[in-house]
C-alpha cells in the first residue's frame, strides 16, 4: 500500500472516530440518521480502497485518488452540517 493510500485511510479513520462521538451526543433520530450518511461515504472509501483495481496510466492513479478524496470530503462536509445544526438548535432537534 502507498503512502497516499495510508494517508486517505489514515484521514478516513479520524474522521470516522470524529462521526461516532458526535454520534453518542444525538438524542434526534433524525439527526442520527443524517450523520449515518457520513458513516456510509466513509465505508465507501474504505471499501474502494481494499479493492483492488489495475490503473494502466498515472493519470488514472490521479483521477481514481482525487474521486476517492472527493467523498472523504463529502462525508466529513455531511458531518460538519450535523455539528452546525447541532450547534444552532440542540442534539434533540426534532423534523416535523
Known amino acids: 500500500m502507498d503512502s497516499d493510500t495510508r494517508a486517505i485511510l489514515a484521514d478516513v479513520r479520524t474522521e470516522r472516530t470524529t462521526v461516532k462521538e458526535l454520534n453518542r451526543k444525538l438524542t434526534s433520530p433524525y439527526m442520527k440518521a443524517r450523520l449515518s450518511e457520513a458513516l456510509g ?3 465507501d472509501v474504505e471499501g474502494w480502497l481494499a479493492t483492488p483495481t ?6 488514472d492513479v490521479v483521477r481514481w485518488r482525487d474521486f476517492v478524496d472527493g467523498v472523504l ?7 460538519q452540517h450535523v455539528q452546525e445544526l447541532v450547534k444552532r438548535f440542540g442534539p434533540d432537534v426534532q423534523t416535523p
Open 54 to 59: 489495475e490503473l494502466r496510466k498515472a493519470d
Open 73 to 79: 470530503d463529502m462525508a466529513e462536509r455531511r458531518r
Open 41 to 43: 461515504l466513509l465505508d
